[in-house]
Protein backbone atom coordinates (compact mmCIF):
# COMPACT_ATOMS: atom_id res chain seq x y z
CA UNK A 1 0.00 0.00 0.00
CA UNK A 2 1.30 3.75 -0.70
CA UNK A 3 1.97 5.86 2.28
CA UNK A 4 0.18 9.59 1.18
CA UNK A 5 2.74 12.52 1.84
CA UNK A 6 5.68 10.12 2.57
CA UNK A 7 7.73 12.52 3.90
CA UNK A 8 5.41 13.55 6.93
CA UNK A 9 6.04 9.95 8.01
CA UNK A 10 9.54 9.19 10.07
CA UNK A 11 11.39 5.61 8.41
CA UNK A 12 11.12 4.14 12.24
CA UNK A 13 7.54 4.56 12.41
CA UNK A 14 6.61 1.97 9.45
CA UNK A 15 6.26 -1.28 9.84
CA UNK A 16 6.11 -3.01 6.81
CA UNK A 17 5.60 -7.09 6.66
CA UNK A 18 6.18 -8.69 3.24
CA UNK A 19 3.49 -11.83 4.55
CA UNK A 20 1.22 -10.65 7.60
CA UNK A 21 -1.05 -13.67 9.10
CA UNK A 22 -3.14 -12.18 11.72
CA UNK A 23 -4.97 -15.21 13.91
CA UNK A 24 -4.34 -17.51 10.92
CA UNK A 25 -5.75 -15.70 7.84
CA UNK A 26 -3.66 -14.21 5.47
CA UNK A 27 -3.66 -10.60 5.17
CA UNK A 28 -0.84 -9.71 2.96
CA UNK A 29 -1.56 -7.39 0.24
CA UNK A 30 -3.13 -4.05 1.30
CA UNK A 31 -3.22 -5.03 5.20
CA UNK A 32 0.60 -5.41 5.55
CA UNK A 33 1.52 -1.95 6.49
CA UNK A 34 1.32 -0.14 9.79
CA UNK A 35 2.39 3.55 10.96
CA UNK A 36 3.15 3.84 14.59
CA UNK A 37 1.17 6.50 15.83
CA UNK A 38 3.56 9.91 17.52
CA UNK A 39 1.98 9.87 20.61
CA UNK A 40 4.71 10.29 23.18
CA UNK A 41 3.85 7.28 25.93
CA UNK A 42 5.65 7.64 28.81
CA UNK A 43 8.83 9.26 30.06
CA UNK A 44 12.01 7.07 30.43
CA UNK A 45 12.88 8.91 34.45
CA UNK A 46 15.54 6.35 35.05
CA UNK A 47 17.59 8.35 32.40
CA UNK A 48 16.19 11.57 33.36
CA UNK A 49 17.62 10.73 37.34
CA UNK A 50 20.74 9.44 36.15
CA UNK A 51 21.44 12.80 34.82
CA UNK A 52 20.31 15.58 37.01
CA UNK A 53 21.97 13.05 39.95
CA UNK A 54 25.26 13.35 38.63
CA UNK A 55 27.19 15.81 40.08
CA UNK A 56 28.16 17.60 36.62
CA UNK A 57 24.76 17.00 35.11
CA UNK A 58 22.61 18.39 38.57
CA UNK A 59 22.28 22.22 37.10
CA UNK A 60 20.19 21.16 34.09
CA UNK A 61 16.73 21.50 36.61
CA UNK A 62 18.19 25.31 36.71
CA UNK A 63 16.95 25.55 32.88
CA UNK A 64 13.92 27.70 32.12
CA UNK A 65 14.26 27.01 28.29
CA UNK A 66 14.95 30.69 27.30
CA UNK A 67 17.52 29.39 24.82
CA UNK A 68 20.07 32.12 25.04
CA UNK A 69 22.84 28.85 24.83
CA UNK A 70 21.31 27.76 21.85
CA UNK A 71 21.34 31.11 20.23
CA UNK A 72 25.20 31.51 21.29
CA UNK A 73 26.22 28.36 20.20
CA UNK A 74 28.13 28.84 17.26
CA UNK A 75 27.23 24.71 16.19
CA UNK A 76 23.64 25.47 16.33
CA UNK A 77 24.20 28.71 14.11
CA UNK A 78 26.72 27.79 11.63
CA UNK A 79 26.33 24.01 11.58
CA UNK A 80 22.77 22.44 11.84
CA UNK A 81 19.87 23.76 13.90
CA UNK A 82 19.16 19.91 14.77
CA UNK A 83 21.95 20.04 17.11
CA UNK A 84 20.29 22.63 19.69
CA UNK A 85 21.22 22.50 23.79
CA UNK A 86 18.27 23.97 25.30
CA UNK A 87 16.26 20.89 23.31
CA UNK A 88 18.53 18.49 24.31
CA UNK A 89 18.24 19.74 27.93
CA UNK A 90 14.38 19.71 27.99
CA UNK A 91 14.82 15.89 26.38
CA UNK A 92 17.03 14.68 29.00
CA UNK A 93 15.39 16.35 31.98
CA UNK A 94 11.91 14.77 30.74
CA UNK A 95 13.81 11.08 29.36
CA UNK A 96 12.41 11.84 26.12
CA UNK A 97 15.20 9.18 25.09
CA UNK A 98 13.58 8.45 21.82
CA UNK A 99 13.87 12.15 20.71
CA UNK A 100 17.20 12.38 21.76
CA UNK A 101 18.03 9.01 19.89
CA UNK A 102 16.79 10.81 16.65
CA UNK A 103 19.94 13.26 17.14
CA UNK A 104 22.37 10.94 18.06
CA UNK A 105 24.03 11.81 14.65
CA UNK A 106 24.31 15.47 15.68
CA UNK A 107 24.66 15.63 19.63
CA UNK A 108 28.25 14.73 19.72
CA UNK A 109 29.04 17.97 18.06
CA UNK A 110 29.56 20.44 20.62
CA UNK A 111 32.97 21.90 19.76
CA UNK A 112 33.39 23.15 23.63
CA UNK A 113 33.70 26.79 23.61
CA UNK A 114 31.81 26.80 26.62
CA UNK A 115 29.54 30.12 25.51
CA UNK A 116 26.49 28.70 26.79
CA UNK A 117 27.70 28.34 30.27
CA UNK A 118 28.83 31.34 30.05
CA UNK A 119 25.79 33.00 29.03
CA UNK A 120 23.44 31.37 30.73
CA UNK A 121 21.60 33.42 32.92
CA UNK A 122 20.26 30.60 35.06
CA UNK A 123 23.66 29.34 35.83
CA UNK A 124 23.22 25.87 33.87
CA UNK A 125 26.85 24.44 33.24
CA UNK A 126 25.16 23.85 29.88
CA UNK A 127 28.15 22.13 28.38
CA UNK A 128 28.90 19.70 31.59
CA UNK A 129 25.44 18.70 31.18
CA UNK A 130 25.56 17.70 27.49
CA UNK A 131 28.50 16.11 28.33
CA UNK A 132 26.44 13.82 30.95
CA UNK A 133 23.65 13.07 28.37
CA UNK A 134 25.97 11.83 25.91
CA UNK A 135 27.83 9.64 28.76
CA UNK A 136 23.91 8.61 29.80
CA UNK A 137 23.37 7.87 26.41
CA UNK A 138 26.72 5.87 25.44
CA UNK A 139 26.26 3.86 28.87
CA UNK A 140 22.72 2.35 27.32
CA UNK A 141 24.37 2.21 23.80
CA UNK A 142 22.25 4.55 22.12
CA UNK A 143 24.69 6.68 20.31
CA UNK A 144 26.69 5.07 18.09
CA UNK A 145 30.57 5.71 17.94
CA UNK A 146 30.66 9.07 16.75
CA UNK A 147 33.40 10.23 14.48
CA UNK A 148 35.69 12.40 16.44
CA UNK A 149 35.75 9.69 19.03
CA UNK A 150 38.69 8.49 16.85
CA UNK A 151 40.19 11.91 17.28
CA UNK A 152 39.24 11.69 21.10
CA UNK A 153 40.82 8.23 21.04
CA UNK A 154 43.82 8.93 19.47
CA UNK A 155 44.95 12.04 21.92
CA UNK A 156 44.07 9.78 25.02
CA UNK A 157 46.36 7.04 23.56
CA UNK A 158 49.01 9.42 22.81
CA UNK A 159 48.59 11.60 26.71
CA UNK A 160 48.63 7.94 27.90
CA UNK A 161 51.69 7.05 26.28
CA UNK A 162 53.97 10.12 26.94
CA UNK A 163 51.81 12.39 29.34
CA UNK A 164 51.71 14.39 26.42
CA UNK A 165 51.18 14.63 22.62
CA UNK A 166 52.94 15.94 19.49
CA UNK A 167 51.44 18.30 17.50
CA UNK A 168 52.54 16.33 14.27
CA UNK A 169 52.03 12.93 15.46
CA UNK A 170 48.50 14.11 16.22
CA UNK A 171 47.68 16.16 13.04
CA UNK A 172 48.74 13.40 10.60
CA UNK A 173 47.85 10.00 12.62
CA UNK A 174 44.85 11.78 13.01
CA UNK A 175 44.28 12.51 9.15
CA UNK A 176 45.41 8.68 8.04
CA UNK A 177 42.92 7.63 10.54
CA UNK A 178 40.60 9.38 8.52
CA UNK A 179 41.60 7.12 5.52
CA UNK A 180 43.65 9.55 3.67
CA UNK A 181 46.89 7.89 2.18
CA UNK A 182 50.12 9.00 3.45
CA UNK A 183 53.69 8.84 1.92
CA UNK A 184 55.72 7.74 4.20
CA UNK A 185 59.85 7.98 4.31
CA UNK A 186 61.39 4.31 4.25
CA UNK A 187 63.54 4.36 6.91
CA UNK A 188 62.13 6.25 9.98
CA UNK A 189 58.58 5.25 8.72
CA UNK A 190 57.10 9.11 9.60
CA UNK A 191 54.73 10.70 7.19
CA UNK A 192 55.65 12.88 5.00
CA UNK A 193 52.83 14.70 3.82
CA UNK A 194 54.27 17.18 1.09
CA UNK A 195 54.30 14.83 -1.81
CA UNK A 196 53.02 11.73 -2.76
CA UNK A 197 48.62 11.13 -2.08
CA UNK A 198 48.12 13.60 0.71
CA UNK A 199 45.03 16.17 -0.02
CA UNK A 200 46.17 19.14 -1.06
CA UNK A 201 44.29 21.34 1.49
CA UNK A 202 47.28 19.04 3.81
CA UNK A 203 49.86 19.97 1.99
CA UNK A 204 48.80 23.65 1.97
CA UNK A 205 48.40 23.45 5.71
CA UNK A 206 51.65 22.14 6.56
CA UNK A 207 53.32 24.34 4.22
CA UNK A 208 51.98 27.53 5.45
CA UNK A 209 53.92 27.26 8.64
CA UNK A 210 57.18 26.10 7.48
CA UNK A 211 56.90 28.98 5.71
CA UNK A 212 57.03 31.47 8.15
CA UNK A 213 58.55 29.99 11.68
CA UNK A 214 61.69 31.09 12.43
CA UNK A 215 64.65 28.28 12.17
CA UNK A 216 64.62 27.22 15.96
CA UNK A 217 61.20 26.88 16.14
CA UNK A 218 61.38 24.51 13.20
CA UNK A 219 64.49 22.53 14.38
CA UNK A 220 62.27 21.63 17.82
CA UNK A 221 59.29 20.54 15.67
CA UNK A 222 61.52 18.37 13.60
CA UNK A 223 63.09 17.40 16.85
CA UNK A 224 59.95 16.42 18.49
CA UNK A 225 58.45 14.44 15.15
CA UNK A 226 62.12 12.30 15.48
CA UNK A 227 61.97 11.97 19.11
CA UNK A 228 58.84 11.80 20.94
CA UNK A 229 58.21 14.59 23.88
CA UNK A 230 57.64 12.94 27.09
CA UNK A 231 56.60 14.08 30.88
CA UNK A 232 59.71 13.73 33.31
CA UNK A 233 58.63 9.94 35.46
CA UNK A 234 55.95 9.52 33.41
CA UNK A 235 56.12 5.65 33.55
CA UNK A 236 54.72 5.72 37.27
CA UNK A 237 51.57 7.65 36.69
CA UNK A 238 50.89 5.90 33.34
CA UNK A 239 50.49 3.31 35.17
CA UNK A 240 48.63 4.54 37.87
CA UNK A 241 46.07 6.68 35.49
CA UNK A 242 45.57 3.24 33.10
CA UNK A 243 44.56 1.65 36.16
CA UNK A 244 41.86 4.22 37.43
CA UNK A 245 40.75 4.36 33.65
CA UNK A 246 40.33 0.72 32.80
CA UNK A 247 38.75 0.46 36.17
CA UNK A 248 36.27 3.67 34.97
CA UNK A 249 35.43 2.40 32.02
CA UNK A 250 36.71 5.39 30.18
CA UNK A 251 39.22 3.30 27.48
CA UNK A 252 36.65 1.48 26.28
CA UNK B 1 -21.55 58.26 66.26
CA UNK B 2 -22.15 55.79 62.47
CA UNK B 3 -21.45 52.77 62.34
CA UNK B 4 -19.88 50.83 59.40
CA UNK B 5 -21.10 47.94 57.80
CA UNK B 6 -18.61 45.09 56.70
CA UNK B 7 -20.24 42.56 54.22
CA UNK B 8 -17.85 39.15 54.29
CA UNK B 9 -15.88 37.94 56.64
CA UNK B 10 -12.97 35.85 54.96
CA UNK B 11 -9.34 37.48 55.82
CA UNK B 12 -10.64 40.73 54.05
CA UNK B 13 -13.51 41.15 55.82
CA UNK B 14 -11.99 40.07 59.26
CA UNK B 15 -9.05 42.72 58.41
CA UNK B 16 -11.44 45.51 57.74
CA UNK B 17 -13.61 44.89 60.49
CA UNK B 18 -10.41 44.90 63.18
CA UNK B 19 -8.97 47.45 61.75
CA UNK B 20 -12.37 49.98 62.56
CA UNK B 21 -12.95 48.06 65.82
CA UNK B 22 -9.18 49.41 66.45
CA UNK B 23 -10.22 52.80 65.59
CA UNK B 24 -12.95 52.55 68.27
CA UNK B 25 -15.57 52.73 65.65
CA UNK B 26 -19.09 50.28 65.37
CA UNK B 27 -18.79 47.65 63.17
CA UNK B 28 -21.49 45.45 61.93
CA UNK B 29 -19.97 42.25 60.12
CA UNK B 30 -21.91 40.14 57.76
CA UNK B 31 -21.17 36.55 56.91
CA UNK B 32 -23.37 34.36 55.09
CA UNK B 33 -21.67 31.08 56.41
CA UNK B 34 -21.42 29.58 60.58
CA UNK B 35 -17.74 30.08 60.38
CA UNK B 36 -15.43 33.16 60.35
CA UNK B 37 -12.20 33.34 58.25
CA UNK B 38 -13.63 32.71 54.77
CA UNK B 39 -12.29 30.46 51.61
CA UNK B 40 -9.22 29.71 53.72
CA UNK B 41 -10.91 28.31 56.94
CA UNK B 42 -13.94 26.78 55.01
CA UNK B 43 -12.06 25.24 52.79
CA UNK B 44 -9.83 23.68 55.35
CA UNK B 45 -6.28 25.40 53.14
CA UNK B 46 -3.06 23.70 54.32
CA UNK B 47 -0.21 26.00 53.67
CA UNK B 48 -0.59 29.77 52.64
CA UNK B 49 1.31 31.44 49.86
CA UNK B 50 4.03 33.35 49.93
CA UNK B 51 4.50 32.88 53.39
CA UNK B 52 4.18 29.29 53.98
CA UNK B 53 2.10 30.09 56.92
CA UNK B 54 -0.69 27.92 58.27
CA UNK B 55 -4.63 29.76 58.08
CA UNK B 56 -4.71 29.45 61.87
CA UNK B 57 -1.31 31.27 61.85
CA UNK B 58 -2.50 33.99 59.94
CA UNK B 59 -6.01 34.35 60.54
CA UNK B 60 -6.61 32.95 63.80
CA UNK B 61 -5.04 36.52 65.39
CA UNK B 62 -7.81 38.41 63.11
CA UNK B 63 -10.51 36.19 64.16
CA UNK B 64 -9.95 35.97 67.77
CA UNK B 65 -9.46 39.67 67.80
CA UNK B 66 -12.74 40.34 65.73
CA UNK B 67 -14.68 38.01 68.12
CA UNK B 68 -13.51 39.64 71.13
CA UNK B 69 -13.64 43.53 70.15
CA UNK B 70 -16.69 44.93 71.75
CA UNK B 71 -17.32 47.14 69.16
CA UNK B 72 -17.66 44.56 66.56
CA UNK B 73 -21.37 43.16 65.85
CA UNK B 74 -21.11 39.37 64.08
CA UNK B 75 -24.01 38.47 62.32
CA UNK B 76 -23.61 34.75 61.32
CA UNK B 77 -25.72 32.55 58.44
CA UNK B 78 -26.73 36.60 57.21
CA UNK B 79 -26.71 37.55 54.39
CA UNK B 80 -27.33 41.71 52.67
CA UNK B 81 -30.61 42.23 51.36
CA UNK B 82 -31.43 45.43 50.93
CA UNK B 83 -29.57 48.79 50.68
CA UNK B 84 -31.25 52.50 50.81
CA UNK B 85 -30.18 56.21 51.24
CA UNK B 86 -26.58 57.66 50.50
CA UNK B 87 -23.43 58.02 52.50
CA UNK B 88 -23.64 58.32 56.32
CA UNK B 89 -26.72 56.83 56.34
CA UNK B 90 -27.44 54.00 54.62
CA UNK B 91 -29.96 51.94 55.96
CA UNK B 92 -29.36 48.63 55.23
CA UNK B 93 -32.03 44.89 55.17
CA UNK B 94 -30.20 42.01 56.46
CA UNK B 95 -31.55 38.33 55.55
CA UNK B 96 -32.46 37.83 59.56
CA UNK B 97 -34.97 40.50 59.60
CA UNK B 98 -33.02 42.84 60.96
CA UNK B 99 -32.29 47.04 59.45
CA UNK B 100 -29.38 48.63 60.11
CA UNK B 101 -28.66 52.53 59.79
CA UNK B 102 -24.68 52.63 58.93
CA UNK B 103 -22.52 55.52 57.68
CA UNK B 104 -20.47 53.40 55.14
CA UNK B 105 -20.01 50.06 53.61
CA UNK B 106 -17.32 47.80 53.35
CA UNK B 107 -17.54 45.17 50.52
CA UNK B 108 -15.59 42.30 51.08
CA UNK B 109 -17.62 39.33 49.54
CA UNK B 110 -14.67 37.64 47.74
CA UNK B 111 -14.42 34.99 45.28
CA UNK B 112 -15.18 31.27 45.08
CA UNK B 113 -13.38 28.59 43.11
CA UNK B 114 -14.25 27.05 39.49
CA UNK B 115 -16.35 24.05 39.30
CA UNK B 116 -14.35 21.80 37.49
CA UNK B 117 -17.29 19.69 36.14
CA UNK B 118 -17.84 22.46 33.51
CA UNK B 119 -14.87 20.83 32.06
CA UNK B 120 -16.05 17.59 31.29
CA UNK B 121 -12.72 16.95 29.38
CA UNK B 122 -10.89 16.72 32.29
CA UNK B 123 -13.17 13.81 34.36
CA UNK B 124 -13.95 15.29 37.00
CA UNK B 125 -16.16 13.97 39.12
CA UNK B 126 -15.56 10.66 36.50
CA UNK B 127 -12.55 9.22 37.65
CA UNK B 128 -11.71 9.59 41.56
CA UNK B 129 -7.82 9.92 40.65
CA UNK B 130 -8.72 13.14 39.64
CA UNK B 131 -9.32 15.76 42.17
CA UNK B 132 -8.88 19.71 42.51
CA UNK B 133 -6.01 21.24 44.57
CA UNK B 134 -8.49 22.23 47.25
CA UNK B 135 -9.18 18.63 47.88
CA UNK B 136 -4.97 17.92 48.01
CA UNK B 137 -4.81 20.98 50.36
CA UNK B 138 -7.66 19.12 52.77
CA UNK B 139 -5.58 15.57 52.07
CA UNK B 140 -2.71 17.44 53.85
CA UNK B 141 -4.64 19.40 56.48
CA UNK B 142 -7.46 17.07 57.56
CA UNK B 143 -5.70 13.65 56.62
CA UNK B 144 -1.98 14.01 56.89
CA UNK B 145 -1.62 11.76 53.95
CA UNK B 146 -1.48 11.41 50.26
CA UNK B 147 -3.52 8.96 48.33
CA UNK B 148 -5.10 7.62 45.34
CA UNK B 149 -8.76 8.05 46.25
CA UNK B 150 -9.75 5.44 44.28
CA UNK B 151 -7.44 2.52 45.89
CA UNK B 152 -6.07 4.38 48.96
CA UNK B 153 -2.80 3.95 47.93
CA UNK B 154 0.04 6.01 47.69
CA UNK B 155 0.75 7.55 44.23
CA UNK B 156 3.57 6.93 42.34
CA UNK B 157 3.03 9.96 40.20
CA UNK B 158 0.83 13.22 40.23
CA UNK B 159 0.30 15.22 37.97
CA UNK B 160 -0.56 19.27 38.48
CA UNK B 161 -2.88 20.63 35.42
CA UNK B 162 -2.77 24.12 35.41
CA UNK B 163 -5.68 26.78 34.27
CA UNK B 164 -8.72 25.10 34.93
CA UNK B 165 -11.14 27.86 34.70
CA UNK B 166 -8.70 30.19 34.04
CA UNK B 167 -7.96 31.56 31.14
CA UNK B 168 -10.27 30.01 29.22
CA UNK B 169 -12.42 31.46 26.61
CA UNK B 170 -14.36 28.30 25.95
CA UNK B 171 -15.97 28.88 29.41
CA UNK B 172 -17.01 31.93 28.12
CA UNK B 173 -15.78 35.66 28.44
CA UNK B 174 -16.19 35.34 32.39
CA UNK B 175 -13.09 32.91 32.96
CA UNK B 176 -10.51 34.38 30.65
CA UNK B 177 -8.34 35.84 33.47
CA UNK B 178 -5.63 34.56 35.34
CA UNK B 179 -6.28 33.20 38.30
CA UNK B 180 -2.85 34.25 40.11
CA UNK B 181 -2.40 31.77 43.11
CA UNK B 182 -2.31 28.94 40.64
CA UNK B 183 1.54 28.32 39.78
CA UNK B 184 2.83 29.32 43.02
CA UNK B 185 0.51 26.96 45.12
CA UNK B 186 1.44 24.15 43.23
CA UNK B 187 4.32 24.64 43.32
CA UNK B 188 4.51 24.75 47.26
CA UNK B 189 1.94 21.30 46.31
CA UNK B 190 4.44 19.92 44.43
CA UNK B 191 7.54 20.59 46.52
CA UNK B 192 5.57 19.37 49.63
CA UNK B 193 5.33 15.85 47.96
CA UNK B 194 8.40 15.96 47.23
CA UNK B 195 9.62 16.76 50.39
CA UNK B 196 7.37 13.92 52.61
CA UNK B 197 6.94 11.53 49.75
CA UNK B 198 10.84 11.56 47.87
CA UNK B 199 9.92 8.88 45.20
CA UNK B 200 6.85 10.42 43.81
CA UNK B 201 7.16 11.92 41.12
CA UNK B 202 5.04 15.38 40.19
CA UNK B 203 4.82 16.99 36.96
CA UNK B 204 3.34 20.36 36.16
CA UNK B 205 1.39 21.02 33.10
CA UNK B 206 1.73 24.28 32.11
CA UNK B 207 1.30 26.77 29.32
CA UNK B 208 3.17 29.69 31.37
CA UNK B 209 4.12 29.84 34.49
CA UNK B 210 3.21 32.86 36.43
CA UNK B 211 5.23 33.33 39.80
CA UNK B 212 5.62 36.65 39.84
CA UNK B 213 7.60 39.28 41.96
CA UNK B 214 9.73 37.64 44.78
CA UNK B 215 7.55 34.26 44.31
CA UNK B 216 9.71 33.36 41.19
CA UNK B 217 11.85 31.49 43.66
CA UNK B 218 10.58 29.74 46.40
CA UNK B 219 7.35 28.87 44.33
CA UNK B 220 9.03 28.35 41.15
CA UNK B 221 12.47 27.36 41.43
CA UNK B 222 12.97 25.99 44.69
CA UNK B 223 10.01 23.06 43.38
CA UNK B 224 12.59 22.01 40.63
CA UNK B 225 16.33 22.89 41.58
CA UNK B 226 15.66 21.41 45.38
CA UNK B 227 12.26 19.18 44.93
CA UNK B 228 12.86 17.64 42.01
CA UNK B 229 9.53 18.82 40.46
CA UNK B 230 9.03 18.38 36.84
CA UNK B 231 7.60 20.97 34.59
CA UNK B 232 5.86 20.07 30.84
CA UNK B 233 5.09 23.06 28.74
CA UNK B 234 1.43 21.91 27.31
CA UNK B 235 -2.08 22.15 28.50
CA UNK B 236 -3.60 18.97 29.24
CA UNK B 237 -6.40 18.99 26.91
CA UNK B 238 -7.65 15.28 28.05
CA UNK B 239 -8.06 12.75 30.90
CA UNK B 240 -8.77 9.27 30.25
CA UNK B 241 -8.51 6.00 32.30
CA UNK B 242 -7.02 2.53 31.56
CA UNK B 243 -8.65 0.14 32.47
CA UNK B 244 -5.89 -2.14 31.93
CA UNK B 245 -3.47 -0.74 34.62
CA UNK B 246 -5.84 1.06 36.08
CA UNK B 247 -3.65 4.32 35.32
CA UNK B 248 -5.02 7.86 34.38
CA UNK B 249 -3.88 9.18 30.98
CA UNK B 250 -2.86 12.82 30.41
CA UNK B 251 -3.44 13.72 27.46
CA UNK B 252 -1.88 16.69 25.49
CA UNK B 253 0.97 17.74 23.06
CA UNK B 254 4.24 18.46 24.27
CA UNK B 255 4.56 22.17 22.88
CA UNK B 256 8.31 22.03 22.87
CA UNK B 257 9.13 18.57 21.56
CA UNK B 258 5.72 18.64 19.75
CA UNK B 259 4.49 15.47 19.75
CA UNK B 260 1.36 14.25 21.00
CA UNK B 261 1.60 12.50 24.15
CA UNK B 262 -0.91 10.61 26.34
CA UNK B 263 1.18 9.57 29.88
CA UNK B 264 0.45 7.50 32.46
CA UNK B 265 -0.46 9.14 35.88
CA UNK B 266 -1.71 8.15 39.24
CA UNK B 267 -3.22 11.38 40.43
CA UNK B 268 -4.28 14.37 38.59
CA UNK B 269 -4.52 17.84 40.21
CA UNK B 270 -6.99 20.66 38.80
CA UNK B 271 -5.34 23.95 39.77
CA UNK B 272 -8.89 25.65 39.86
CA UNK B 273 -9.48 29.19 38.85
CA UNK B 274 -11.05 32.16 40.94
CA UNK B 275 -14.49 33.65 39.96
CA UNK B 276 -16.18 36.36 41.87
CA UNK B 277 -18.76 34.64 44.40
CA UNK B 278 -22.37 34.38 44.38
CA UNK B 279 -22.26 37.07 47.33
CA UNK B 280 -20.40 39.20 44.99
CA UNK B 281 -22.40 39.46 42.07
CA UNK B 282 -25.86 39.58 44.62
CA UNK B 283 -24.21 42.67 46.60
CA UNK B 284 -23.47 44.28 43.01
CA UNK B 285 -26.44 44.06 42.29
CA UNK B 286 -28.12 45.50 45.61
CA UNK B 287 -25.51 48.37 45.61
CA UNK B 288 -25.29 49.38 42.59
CA UNK B 289 -21.61 48.64 42.14
CA UNK B 290 -19.99 48.63 38.83
CA UNK B 291 -18.54 45.31 37.81
CA UNK B 292 -16.13 44.16 35.20
CA UNK B 293 -18.15 43.24 31.61
CA UNK B 294 -16.37 40.39 31.36
CA UNK B 295 -15.19 38.58 34.60
CA UNK B 296 -18.19 40.13 36.34
CA UNK B 297 -15.45 41.43 39.26
CA UNK B 298 -15.82 44.70 41.37
CA UNK B 299 -13.99 47.62 39.53
CA UNK B 300 -12.78 50.48 41.42
CA UNK B 301 -14.18 54.11 40.27
CA UNK B 302 -12.27 56.13 37.81
CA UNK B 303 -12.67 59.13 39.27
CA UNK B 304 -10.56 58.40 42.59
CA UNK B 305 -7.01 57.12 42.45
CA UNK B 306 -7.22 54.21 44.72
CA UNK B 307 -8.96 50.76 43.74
CA UNK B 308 -10.55 51.01 47.38
CA UNK B 309 -13.13 53.50 46.05
CA UNK B 310 -16.18 51.89 44.32
CA UNK B 311 -18.31 54.06 42.07
CA UNK B 312 -20.95 54.79 45.00
CA UNK B 313 -19.70 57.36 47.20
CA UNK B 314 -19.44 55.58 51.14
CA UNK B 315 -19.03 52.33 49.80
CA UNK B 316 -15.66 51.02 49.43
CA UNK B 317 -14.53 47.46 47.86
CA UNK B 318 -11.61 45.12 49.13
CA UNK B 319 -10.09 42.15 48.20
CA UNK B 320 -10.99 38.69 46.41
CA UNK B 321 -14.05 40.46 44.86
CA UNK B 322 -12.18 42.65 42.86
CA UNK B 323 -10.42 40.06 41.11
CA UNK B 324 -8.36 36.99 42.11
CA UNK B 325 -5.41 38.37 44.92
CA UNK B 326 -3.42 36.63 47.31
CA UNK B 327 -3.90 36.43 51.20
CA UNK B 328 -1.62 38.93 51.97
CA UNK B 329 -3.14 41.57 49.80
CA UNK B 330 -6.09 41.00 51.39
CA UNK B 331 -5.54 41.99 54.63
CA UNK B 332 -3.34 44.99 53.68
CA UNK B 333 -6.54 45.85 51.20
CA UNK B 334 -9.02 45.23 54.30
CA UNK B 335 -7.04 47.09 56.51
CA UNK B 336 -6.98 50.33 53.94
CA UNK B 337 -10.79 49.73 53.81
CA UNK B 338 -10.70 50.09 57.18
CA UNK B 339 -9.22 53.62 56.72
CA UNK B 340 -11.35 54.59 54.34
CA UNK B 341 -14.72 53.89 55.66
CA UNK B 342 -13.18 55.79 59.38
CA UNK B 343 -12.83 59.11 57.29
CA UNK B 344 -16.12 58.99 55.77
CA UNK B 345 -18.07 58.87 58.51
CA UNK B 346 -15.46 61.76 60.09
CA UNK B 347 -14.63 59.89 63.28
CA UNK B 348 -12.05 61.12 65.98
CA UNK B 349 -9.77 58.68 65.87
CA UNK B 350 -8.32 57.85 69.10
CA UNK B 351 -4.57 56.77 69.55
Known sequence: ?252 | MSSVLVVGAGPTGLAAARGLAKLGIKTILLEKDSELGGNPIKNHYHTLIPRKLKPSQVLGPYIREVQESKNVTLYLNTELVSCEGEVGNFKVGLSNGKTETVGAIVVATGFEHFDPKRKGELGYGLYPDVITNLELERMFSQEGKLYRPSNKQLPKRVAFVFCVGSRDRQLGVTNVHCCRYGCALSGLQGSEIREHYPDVDVFCYYMDVRTYGTWEYPFYWAPQEEYGVRYVRGRIAEITYSPADGRLRVKHEDTIVQRPAEVPMDLVVLVLGMEPSEGTKKVAKILGLKQDKDSRFLVPSDESGSNIVSNKEGIFIAGACKGPIDIESCLSEGEAAALEAAAVINTKVGV
Open chain 1, 1 to 252: MAIHERSLVEQERILRKERLVVDGVDVSGDWNLIILPRVIEDYDLDFAKEVAESPDGKTITQCYQCSYCTASCPVHNYWDDRYNPRHFIYLARLGMVDELQKRADVIWRCVSCHKCTHRCPKGVLVEEVLKVILRAMAKRGLIEEYPSKKFDKFFTESVLEYGRIEDGELLLGWVEKQGYKLFKDPILKKPVPLIGDAPLWLKQLMLKPIKSMNVGFLMLNAKHMLFHPRTKNWNKFKQVLRKAMEEEGALK
